[in-house]
């Protein structure tokens, strides 16, 4: 049998290559740095309520073919609830409500139908939506004459209206890709609309687990792992990468220790995994050497506990506010679903409502203090919702993930690494390699398949 695989890091993507390869029987040893398993993808419990609180929220598509495998092999599907069809409320700075609602059609007649029914938008807008259809429609599969566009460009080439953009397109370019669109590359942001809902062999549902983010998929993929001889080993640092001859033989700890092996997989972040390299390596190999030039891009979770119930509403994407989406956390994560809003209003817990507000592609936010944004969030909300202005706000939690994705921006393309690498034994995984895919779940998921499939082929 060849030697044990060693994986560095437990998010989404090192787990899933490690449930993949010890799916085929190979050996793994995974190494997670953190004293709980995963990354930027994780959840835990804020002591002072007792919630569980996801480092960032994260939506699952009917599209995530590969995600949904995944969870299916290790039995945990039914912790994500997917809708019926896909529908999306939206909710403007005066307060007033609408809705998208696709019909049960194939795509994209789904959107097109839902798009026209809609009154979020004007009947110039509905008409500007079809132009896009009719665009990407002409294009095909090739996306070359957008390499050099970002995405606000390209939606401005394509006729979309600025009220369109700022109103629609860019809350979706923001959700989906974790970057303002005058940023974001319009080669990339194109695939994702052909992907999740253009595309007739793709479902384009939104799914939300009704558990913590960990509780998805950490505990059930490590169990998986070592109930096929694998080991799966929590707070082990990894320091470097024992790489001699064009080889990589393992890996050194923070103690000292070296971890002996032929086949090494990093699925650490790319900030983490360039620090892991020997210095000459990353100097002088250029497919090293730009994985420097990858740029991160911050997401702001702004969690709020108040003594009453502020909305009805699960998730809504919100319109002329810095906050780009909430999440009702007490109705997603509870079970009884739309009776929870209803039986919150005769609790006597002292924290009846929870919600989560989003602020992603956060730049020119990330360094404000919390006190700062939690005044501006008060105060989004409160004209967003009246019934926030009678609610008491009993706690607070803000979560910074300045590291929370890379910067899909122009060109990055040109910059994100294959899993297998010029050093023999070293694979790579994780949402910044060469998925096709902006940093979300689905690319996670993906790296790992693809990196445990070059390994399965070459030892």
Same mark, same amino acid.
């Given at each position: 049998?060849?030697?044990? #695989? ?29 004293? +709980? ?20 929220? +994260? ?30 409320? @939206? ?59 970002? $995405? ?19 809350? #979706? ?24 809902? @253009? ?223 010029? $050093? ?36």
């Amino acid at each position: 049998m060849p030697d044990e #695989i060693l994986i560095i890091g437990g998010g989404f993507a090192g787990l899933t290559a490690g449930v993949a390869l010890a799916q085929a029987g190979r050996r793994v040893r995974l190494l997670e740095q953190k004293p +709980h398993l995963g990354g930027r993808a994780s959840s835990f419990l804020d002591p002072a309520t007792g919630s569980v609180v996801d480092n960032g929220q +994260h939506l699952f598509m009917g599209c995530y073919h590969q995600t949904i495998e995944f969870l299916k092999t290790i039995g945990t599907l039914d912790r994500v609830r997917f809708q019926s069809g896909l529908s999306v409320k @939206f909710l403007d700075s005066g307060g007033s409500l609408s809705a998208l609602v696709c019909p049960r059609l194939p795509a994209p007649w789904h959107l097109l139908v839902g798009v026209l029914r809609s009154g979020s938008f004007k009947w110039s807008e509905k008409l500007e939506v079809l132009r896009i259809r009719a665009a990407l429609s002409r294009r095909g599969d090739s996306n070359d004459g957008n390499r050099n566009l970002t $995405v606000d460009q390209w939606l401005k080439g394509l006729g979309q209206s600025e009220n369109l953009r700022q109103y629609f397109w860019n809350l #979706i370019c923001i959700a989906a890709m974790n970057e303002d669109p005058r940023i974001a590359s319009a080669a990339l942001f194109e695939r994702v609309l052909k992907l999740a809902l @253009f595309s007739s062999a793709n479902d384009s549902r939104l799914g939300i687990a009704r558990v913590g983010l960990s509780d998805c998929y950490t505990t059930a993929a490590a169990e998986f792992i070592s109930a096929h001889g694998g080991r799966v080993e929590l707070g082990q640092n990894v320091t470097g990468l024992l790489v001699s001859d064009g080889g990589c033989q393992g890996v050194t700890l923070a103690g000292g220790e070296r971890v002996q092996a032929q086949t090494v997989l990093s699925a650490a972040p790319w900030n983490k995994f360039t620090s892991l390299l020997p210095g000459d390596l990353l100097r002088n190999e250029p497919f090293f050497t730009k994985i420097l030039s990858l740029r991160p891009a911050p997401i702001i979770s702004i969690n709020l506990w108040f003594d009453r119930p502020v909305t009805n509403l699960e998730f809504v994407g919100l319109r002329g506010t810095t906050i780009q989406w909430l999440f009702n956390k007490s109705r997603i994560l509870d079970e009884r679903g739309r009776e929870s809003a209803a039986s919150a209003l005769r609790t006597s817990a002292p924290h009846r409502s929870y919600i989560s507000l989003v602020l992603s592609g956060a730049h020119e936010h990330i360094g404000r203090s919390k006190e700062d944004l939690l005044a501006m969030a008060m105060g989004e909300l409160q004209g967003l919702m009246p019934e926030a202005k009678q609610a008491k706000l009993v706690h607070s939690l803000i979560v910074k993930e300045r590291f929370a994705t890379f910067s899909p921006c122009v060109g990055v393309e040109d910059l994100r690494p294959t899993a297998a690498t010029p $050093v023999r034994g070293l694979y790579l995984a994780g949402d910044w390699t060469a998925t096709g895919l902006p940093a979300t779940i689905e690319g996670a998921v993906k790296s790992g398949y693809t990196a445990a499939g070059e390994i399965l082929q070459t030892t």
